[in-house]
């Protein structure tokens, strides 16, 4: 069955980074683009880009655009999104979500998340 | 980019009653539209997709429909555990927004 198992929960000061994974399995790793979502405590769901696991290519949402960093690793089946410059407005529970088909822009399958935390 | 809005923000109902929500996009995104639905401390839960096409699994009660800049999710009798937030998002062009959320409560 497909899994997405994600890295723990961090806490970094602001103005430092963080770089976080998503382990996949039960699929074809190459075959379904990943999805980074974020949700800060108590707000809605914000769409942060999207990674293509074949070929590596990337899009980000324009305001993470300068910030965010979105990789893989084909040999563990593991996708990263490294955040930069962070902020405390940047504190929030971090998913990372595949397609229900290669492609899409749905999310269908999540990974159970991880909290990041921004504080001095 | 294309925005989404959602309304209501919030309402509240009783077991059994009919809800409907409404998602609208700034500009035409033919079907490509879907539903979430996110109870606390819990990933989201795809429930819609494709405006209209329910994910297997999901109980009929819910229903979508919509094209163009107007959608809806329906739920046809709700259920002690249908409390929670939905939140619709467009996957026609990058960025896939999602909506701000409709929360049900008691």
């Known amino acids: 069955q497909v899994q997405l198992v994600q890295s723990g929960a961090e806490v970094k000061k602001p103005g430092a980074s963080v770089k976080l994974s998503c382990k996949a399995s039960g699929y074809t790793f190459t075959n379904y683009y990943m999805h980074w979502v974020r949700q800060a405590p108590g707000q809605g769901l914000e769409w942060m880009g999207i990674i293509n696991p074949s070929g590596g290519s990337t899009t980000y949402a324009q305001k993470l655009q300068d910030r965010v960093t979105m990789t893989r690793d084909t040999s563990t089946n593991t996708v990263y999104m490294e955040l930069s410059s962070l902020r405390s407005e940047d504190t929030a529970v971090y998913y990372c979500?595949?397609?229900?088909?290669?492609?899409?822009?749905?999310?269908?399958?999540w990974g159970q998340g991880t909290l990041v935390t921004v504080s001095s | 980019d294309i925005q989404m809005t959602q309304s209501p923000s919030s309402l509240s109902a009783s077991v059994g009653d009919r809800v409907t929500i409404t998602c609208r996009a700034s500009q035409s995104i033919t079907t490509y539209l879907n539903w979430y639905q996110q109870k606390p401390g819990k990933a989201p839960n795809l429930l819609i997709y494709a405006a209209s096409s329910l994910q297997s699994g999901v109980s009929s009660r819910f229903s979508g429909s919509g094209s163009g800049t107007d959608f809806t999710l329906t739920i046809s009798s709700l259920q002690p555990e249908d409390f929670a937030t939905y939140y619709c998002?467009?996957?026609?062009?990058?960025?896939?927004?999602f909506g701000p959320g409709t929360k049900v409560d008691i």
């Open positions: 998002q467009h996957s026609y062009s990058t960025p896939f927004t």
């Open positions: 979500a595949r397609a229900k088909n290669g492609g899409g822009g749905d999310c269908y399958y």
